[in-house]
């Protein structure tokens, strides 16, 4: 959904959105990083925003390659979280 100026407008009621949230909500690295505080006190903000974040990457960037997913991922993770974790193909099809 793109608002009047070019924006990309992310919306809590958008399925694609709900889909991501749905994901890290359940996604075992991220919920230990959030309990353990790894990102600070607003850990859980930043779990949240980082749903608002993969969401507007996806909408920003067409033709986007597995590789580069799991290149954001990683780097939101370090920078954020100060976690390290291995996002591989395997993993992600283990678990889907």
């Known amino acids: 959904m793109a608002a009047s100026s070019g924006e990309v407008v992310s919306t809590e009621s958008d399925l694609f959105y709900r889909c991501i949230e749905r994901i890290f909500t359940n996604w075992t690295a991220l919920k230990y990083a959030v309990q ?13 925003w980082m749903i608002s974040a993969i969401d507007q990457y996806f909408k920003e960037n067409a033709d986007l390659m597995e590789s580069e997913v799991e290149d954001i991922l990683a780097d939101i993770l370090n920078t954020e979280f100060d976690l390290i974790a291995e996002i591989g193909r395997a993993s992600c099809r283990e678990r889907v």
Not at 36 to 48: D, I, L, Q, R
């Open 36 to 48: 353990m505080g790894t990102g600070g006190t607003e850990s859980k903000a930043k779990a949240h």
